[in-house]
């Protein structure tokens, strides 16, 4: 090994807290520097340029998120706690309220059918219920291309040698990860899709006292930061390290 290298251990810190440091925003007299309003509308949080809505794919699925029409958002909304009650309170099982709801079906059909022949004097056409297949197609391309789009995502961080999106996505699959531990996966969707049905409506509504936040928190950590390097960073001795053969 060179007599004259530095540590390993030490480069590989340093070179992770110089990236952090420049990925941060700017800070200005303890306070975060947000410049003008013009200059806000074009430099929103995470570099965004786009509505609420046109980041959210904009549609009917942006509408429904962002209660456009609050008929239809509550009912999803409902329909989404009631399936979770079901399933996570009552205790029942998907196999039970699909059995329930055949059984259901076929009594409703068999009074339907005998009843009314009895009443009318001819056997009346009972209507058939069927799914079309498109349902089906539709569901699952929609699921693979979100799938998909989510592999590629998590290559596309991987490779683009950004280490704050890197350790970013590292963070969020760790933060799912523990989530997941904590309660079963019903109840993980079920959460997602309630913040899915709440925070964007609710940025969108607070959208520049929530980014004047979470900048205030970057510039606070930018500080910590600061401190960190000049008291603790910047006094690590640096000299030639001598390594010494092994005989």
Not at 194 to 213: G, M, N, R, S
Request: hydrophobic share 45%; charged share 20%; aromatic share 12%.
């Amino acid at each position: 090994m060179s007599e004259h290298s530095e540590s390993a251990t030490e480069k590989i810190m340093s070179n992770i807290m110089d990236t952090i440091a420049e990925n941060l925003p700017k800070q200005k007299s303890g306070k975060f520097d947000l410049g003008s309003a013009s200059d806000k509308m074009r430099d929103k949080l995470f570099g965004r340029q786009k509505t609420i809505h046109r980041a959210l794919g904009g549609g009917k699925p942006a509408d429904v998120l962002l209660w456009r029409n609050k008929k239809i958002s509550s009912s999803v909304l409902a329909l989404a706690t009631a399936i979770w009650v079901f399933f996570e309170w009552l205790d029942y099982h998907f196999l039970t309220i699909v059995s329930f709801a055949l059984v259901l079906g076929m009594v409703v059909q068999f009074v339907w059918s005998n009843f009314s022949s009895a009443l009318s004097g001819s056997p009346s056409k009972v209507p058939r219920v069927e799914l079309p297949e498109e349902l089906f197609v539709n569901t699952a391309v929609a699921i693979g291309t979100q799938v998909n789009k989510f592999l590629s995502f998590l290559q596309d961080v991987s490779c683009e040698r950004n280490l704050k999106h890197f350790v970013l996505a590292i963070v969020g699959l760790w933060a799912a990860a523990a989530i997941g531990g904590w309660c079963n996966f019903l109840t993980v969707i079920y959460i997602g899709f309630v913040c899915a049905h709440t925070l964007p409506v609710l940025y969108e509504k607070y959208e520049d006292q929530v980014d004047d936040f979470l900048y205030n928190i970057l510039g606070l950590l930018r500080d910590q930061y600061q401190k960190l390097d000049q008291g603790v960073l910047s006094k690590i001795p640096k000299g030639n390290m001598k390594f010494k053969k092994s005989e």
